[in-house]
């Protein structure tokens, strides 16, 4: 049983057509070579110039079905390859199919459509087997972190005489999530990182360092007797090793009183999140366990490379509260055993960095970029 297509529908198709069609520079002089021969022969009523006249029209109808045969059945998908970072070339790849069983297609011509209208080639296909898809690289940049719609992707052609470029609906971009940008962190900030405690410390475990020696007992591992002072003390010694362990720290994130609106406080409120960014993954990397402290959501711990692009997806989609910021956030309630608390203010440039003893801490003015902090 087929259903009515509402009048709504088939009039906004009838209005905005599957394809669109335009002339090349080439087909322009085409066109108005065709109006001047059917001029001509209007006026001079010769049958020759008619006869000029139809083939003429007719190579235009040839061109049309050509190219409609051409763009018919092609499908286009895109997958980006890999986390993707704002400020940082982005990997993507099209993989275009021909879904027709006979029919070949010619002169595919993909092209990346911009919100403002401007395109930019992608690729170009000069033949597209029948049942065949071809993989196609490219390469593309992100300038802002955050939910981000892809570009447009459109199919055109000029196949047969390229008189003509007859074009595809252009199909919407999926959205992606864009990762803040990770800077390596200046030495001055390194250093008052290691001055508040924020570095590994030795435990007992298998490590490869010596951490102390003790008499031998039942069971332990005779691989681990060390020869030297056994022979120095008449009975055996055990080498007990040790193994690093990273630093505990607690990331509280302080808002703006209210949501930045002009240009400079939104690149300054950018800036601090990409600091925030690249201090996160600087203490995983060095098997730091980062607890994050922010109002407006739950606690949450992160720990190694996955914790990571975690807290960087947080960080990607963050968006600046309505409402007055107040104080810090719980900072007296960190719930990991000795840990470092770290306070950053988003969208005022300021970064609280502990001092070694307790006693206040090292206010840190977080510069436009995260390279240029002040000494």
């Not at 335009?22 to 001029?39: F, K």
């Not at 998908?77 to 006979?102: I, T």
Request: proline share 8%; aromatic share 6%.
């Amino acid at each position: 049983m087929s259903t009515r297509v509402p009048f709504q529908v088939r009039l906004r198709r009838w209005l905005r057509p599957p394809r669109t069609l335009r002339p090349t520079r080439e087909g322009g002089r085409y066109l108005a070579l065709v109006m001047a021969v059917g001029v001509a022969a209007t006026n001079t009523g010769n049958n020759l110039l008619y006869l000029v006249l139809s083939m003429m029209l007719a190579g235009i109808v040839v061109s049309g079905l050509l190219s409609e045969q051409t763009l018919r059945g092609i499908a286009v998908r895109r997958e980006m390859v890999g986390p993707l970072f704002a400020g940082q070339p982005a990997f993507g790849r099209l993989l275009v199919s021909n879904c027709k069983r006979r029919l070949p297609s010619f002169s595919l011509r993909l092209r990346e459509v911009a919100p403002t209208g401007t395109s930019r080639l992608l690729a170009y296909l000069p033949h597209l087997a029948p049942g065949a898809e071809r993989e196609i690289g490219y390469q593309t940049r992100f300038e802002r972190r955050g939910l981000t719609r892809l570009p447009r992707i459109q199919t055109t052609t000029a196949f047969p005489f390229g008189l003509f470029v007859k074009a595809t609906q252009p199909e919407a971009g999926e959205e992606v999530l864009v990762l803040p940008k990770i800077d390596p962190l200046p030495v001055d900030l390194l250093r008052a990182l290691g001055e508040a405690g924020v570095a590994v410390w030795p435990v007992r475990g298998p490590g490869p360092e010596l951490h102390d020696l003790r008499p031998f007992r039942v069971g332990d591992d005779t691989r681990l007797i060390h020869w030297k002072h056994s022979a120095k003390l008449d009975r055996q010694m055990v080498k007990e090793l040790e193994l690093e362990e990273g630093a505990r720290v607690s990331l509280i994130i302080e808002d703006l009183a209210a949501p930045p609106r002009e240009p400079g406080e939104i690149d300054r409120l950018e800036e601090d999140i990409r600091f925030v960014a690249s201090l996160a993954a600087h203490l995983l990397r060095t098997d730091a366990e980062v607890e994050l402290r922010h109002r407006h959501s739950e606690r949450q711990v992160y720990r190694g490379e996955a914790g990571l692009f975690r807290f960087l997806e947080y960080l990607a989609r963050y968006v600046p509260p309505e409402g007055e910021a107040t104080g810090p956030v719980g900072a007296t309630d960190v719930a990991l055993d000795e840990a470092t608390t770290i306070t950053v203010w988003l969208g005022r440039g300021l970064a609280l960095i502990p001092s070694p003893h307790g006693e206040g801490g090292r206010l840190l003015k977080i510069a436009a970029a995260v390279q240029d902090l002040p000494r």
